[in-house]
């Protein structure tokens, strides 16, 4: 039973260019959320998906936007990438009303210079 | 709003000794949940222990438990006979009660432990 998966692993931009990083969840689930981990700090919540729909945002800017499909599988975008946005973006997925069912992939290293 | 603070950035112990990390929390919130999650260098997040704010019992999970004072807002949580393969980042986490799937995760700073042989 495959985990989340998330591609690619790590990625190397330019500041002011757009990224798009890939999420598929754990089988048997259809929610989709989206961390962001700066370097040395937790997880920060950008947003979740359900239904093909963002069901909830964390305090990320419009730059940050996403999509899910309707095989569950997610994408997060970036446009205008600024030096600040290096991080390991993780994603999780979870299911139905499992408490605390999140699964978490293994995250995109991503670097703006 | 919900907040997380872990006050212990790093802890180091000797292998088979008993480690105990701090978190506290803050949250409006009459029920909530609340986890501590390992990072190992995979960079993976898994899930250690839950606790469910209305259950009174502390959770334990072979070797890990935690200590749950609601009244305090503290959830710390205990590593028994510590193992190498304990050494990880650990963050512990709060999340507003489920209304229909999951609810987003407020993670704390984290703690970086080292189990030494």
């Known amino acids: 039973d495959a985990g989340v998966t998330q591609s690619p692993t790590h990625l190397i931009k330019t500041r002011g260019q757009q990224v798009t990083l890939r999420c598929s969840p754990k089988?048997?689930?259809?929610?989709v959320s989206w961390y962001q981990q700066a370097l040395g700090q937790g997880p920060q919540f950008i947003f979740q998906y359900y239904e093909e729909e963002e069901r909830q945002r964390g305090n990320f800017p419009d730059r940050f936007s996403g999509h899910q499909f309707p095989n569950y599988s997610s994408e997060l975008n970036v446009n205008a990438l600024l030096l600040g946005d290096s991080a390991l973006y993780l994603c999780a997925s979870s299911g139905g009303q499992g408490v605390g069912g999140y699964t978490f992939g293994s995250g995109t290293r991503l670097t703006v210079v | 709003a919900q907040t997380v603070t872990q006050s212990q950035p790093e802890m180091s112990v000797q292998e088979a000794e008993t480690v105990t990390l701090s978190c506290t929390y803050d949250?409006?919130?009459?029920?909530?949940?609340l986890f501590w999650y390992k990072q190992p260098p995979s960079r993976q997040m898994i899930l250690v222990i839950r606790q469910e704010a209305y259950k009174q019992q502390n959770a334990t999970e072979n070797r890990f438990s935690v200590n749950f004072q609601k009244a305090a807002k503290s959830f710390s949580l205990k590593i028994s006979d510590s193992q190498l393969g304990d050494t990880a980042m650990y963050f512990c986490a709060s999340s507003p009660p489920l209304i229909q799937g999951a609810q987003k995760l407020v993670f704390g700073q984290g703690t970086r432990l080292t189990i030494n042989p």
């Open positions: 089988s048997g689930h259809d929610t």
């Open positions: 949250t409006s919130e009459n029920n909530y949940y």
